[in-house]
């Protein structure tokens, strides 16, 4: 199958298929998948126009929303911090797209970029994965509650063989102004600074735009790195800044394609639809799956697919 405006040729199950097996496991740490697949279409499908960054953007509108609906119904959604995700993003995310245009149209020089950003931010995950500190250890804590209450809610469904129906505890905001934001989980509580927030979301908004990921897989790893917030509770509400932020994305590189006649600017609607309905049944599974899976291992598996992504995009640099 012909995608024209990707200016590439691929079988129609494969798109599918790649976004649902990325995002059933990187929704588990709040991310879409989008930073794993813009490295597939450019390497491995050939599509290296600055369209697919907005179709990396629709990938992202098609497949969110089954993931965020379900850390709602696990009362997993911490809706201040998304909030504040939103407000933060949403301007960076058109400077980002006008920069990925005008000053980074080459691929090349958008790999490295890419694997600069990417390099960043999987070693400081690694780091803060290895450093065993009491401040580690506290916020620690609230997981590993999180997952004995829902170990026990597997054992009592194995013995009892019907399913346990007693809804585990959900997160409690306890303040949220223009200065602080707080929050109880599983008996730990979580205050983080208004400012830091929205300046750490501007300046990924802005990351993101370029890279054409709604800024999702870099704010994930940021808040449970610098701000020390438990994976199980970021994770829907950088899904759902992801989301509001790539609907804007995709609308400002559609407004833009006409100033740019000379580039493909535009996404590629088909292609990004098919990526989406894929990563839309993974990334509900995944999301479904999380508290199963204990902490640590989902932030193994973020550092681990971040730091293997931006290999592979500093490789292919020194290739070319």
């Not at 490295?112 to 620690?140: E, H, M």
């Not at 300046?199 to 802005?206: A, E």
């Not at 992801?242 to 600017?265: D, E, N, R």
Request: glycine share 10%; aromatic share 16%; hydrophobic share 50%.
């Amino acid at each position: 199958m012909f995608f024209q405006t990707a200016g590439i040729e691929v079988a129609p199950w494969i798109p599918p298929l790649v976004a649902f097996v990325i995002s059933f496991f990187t929704s588990m740490g709040g991310v879409s998948g989008a930073f794993l697949l813009l490295p597939f279409q450019m390497s491995f499908l050939g599509y290296t126009n600055p369209s697919v960054s907005a179709t990396n953007q629709l990938f992202n509108i098609v497949a969110i929303p089954s993931g965020v609906y379900r850390y709602y119904r696990e009362g997993r959604m911490v809706w201040p911090l998304t909030w504040i995700v939103i407000a933060g993003t949403l301007p960076g995310v058109f400077i980002g797209a006008f920069v990925r245009v005008a000053y980074l149209p080459d691929p090349k020089h958008f790999k490295l970029f890419a694997a600069f950003v990417l390099f960043y931010i999987g070693v400081r995950l690694i780091r803060d994965l290895l450093k065993k500190t009491p401040g580690n250890t506290d916020k620690n804590n609230s997981e590993q509650r999180f997952q004995e209450m829902v170990q026990q809610h597997r054992l009592k469904t194995a013995d009892t063989g019907q399913s346990d129906n007693t809804p585990l505890p959900v997160i409690q905001v306890t303040h949220f102004n223009m200065k602080r934001m707080g929050y109880t989980f599983y008996g730990e509580s979580f205050d983080v600074s208004f400012w830091g927030i929205a300046i750490l979301s501007f300046i990924v908004g802005i990351i993101g735009g370029i890279y054409g990921i709604g800024g999702g897989a870099i704010i994930a790893p940021f808040f449970v790195t610098f701000f020390g917030l438990p994976v199980y509770t970021v994770a829907g509400a950088a899904l759902m800044g992801t989301f509001v932020t790539s609907v804007a994305g995709v609308a400002f590189y559609q407004a833009i394609a006409p100033f740019y006649p000379h580039l493909s600017v535009a996404p590629d609607w088909l292609l990004g639809i098919l990526f989406g309905l894929g990563g839309m049944i993974g990334m509900y599974l995944g999301a479904r799956c999380q508290k199963f899976v204990p902490a640590m291992a989902i932030k193994w598996m973020l550092a681990g697919v971040i730091v293997f992504t931006a290999a592979k995009y500093a490789l292919a640099f020194l290739m070319q």
